[in-house]
């Protein structure tokens, strides 16, 4: 069965730092997603894309965060100049044919971000 | 406001007992709403959505408009079901997008 892939599993940076979270969404998938849930708290949205372009974005998703789709597979979410509170696990979902609003999202496993 | 509320971070119940897994949610409209679990070590995952009114692996959830709720509901709890269980909320946003909002989570204990 196809599963959304995130690479890497775990990152570790320096404030001020940039990192690229890496996805690979299922393959006839249109609708993207990164959520991030900081260390027992809950699972926040931070960006949806559709069509090459940002869908909809949270007020978490300021301008130190960038998502691109530069090959037609891969989804990143850039943080441009990391800080202590960007340590997170964050996760990538897609969604299938037509984004629906019943449409299951699938997510992958996460990669844990930590900010020293 | 949109927001989905767990109230209880831990749930503990011996095998075989009924769980209710509490879910409350805020939001103007029409709700959708989700149950997604997660294992240990695993991604999250789709248990139900409430549109489908499915039951999977036993469990069950009812939309109850008045009271906001979502609970989710299983008879007879099993070791296997032991995961943190989150209740979710499709948002409302500039587009159909399908952004969702998330509760806390509970953590559902089962004890042999």
């Known amino acids: 069965e196809p599963e959304v892939t995130q690479t890497p599993s775990h990152q570790v940076t320096q404030m001020g730092q940039e990192v690229i979270l890496r996805c690979v969404p299922i393959s006839n998938h249109l609708y993207f997603y990164w959520y991030r849930q900081i260390l027992g708290q809950k699972v926040e949205f931070l960006v949806s894309?559709?069509?090459?372009?940002?869908?909809?974005k949270s007020e978490i998703f300021d301008d130190q965060f960038s998502v691109e789709r530069p090959d037609g597979s891969n989804f990143t979410l850039k943080i441009r100049s990391t800080k202590l509170e960007d340590s997170a696990m964050y996760f990538c979902a897609s969604s299938g044919l037509s984004g629906r609003r019943y449409n299951e999202q699938f997510f992958g496993p996460g990669t844990r971000l930590t900010v020293l | 406001a949109q927001r989905v509320t767990q109230p209880e971070k831990l749930l503990s119940v011996f095998k075989g007992a009924p769980v209710e897994l509490k879910c409350n949610y805020s939001y103007s409209g029409s709700p959708e709403l989700f149950w997604y679990v997660q294992y240990s070590r695993q991604r999250l995952q789709l248990l139900l959505r409430h549109i489908s009114r499915e039951s999977i692996k036993g469990f069950t959830a009812d939309l109850n408009k008045g009271e906001t709720s979502f609970h989710l509901k299983k008879p007879f709890a099993q070791e296997e079901d032991s995961a943190m269980y989150y209740c979710a909320l499709y948002g409302h946003g500039s587009g159909n997008t399908g952004k969702l909002i998330f509760g806390q989570g509970t953590t559902l204990q089962v004890k042999p």
């Open positions: 894309f559709y069509n090459n372009e940002i869908s909809e």
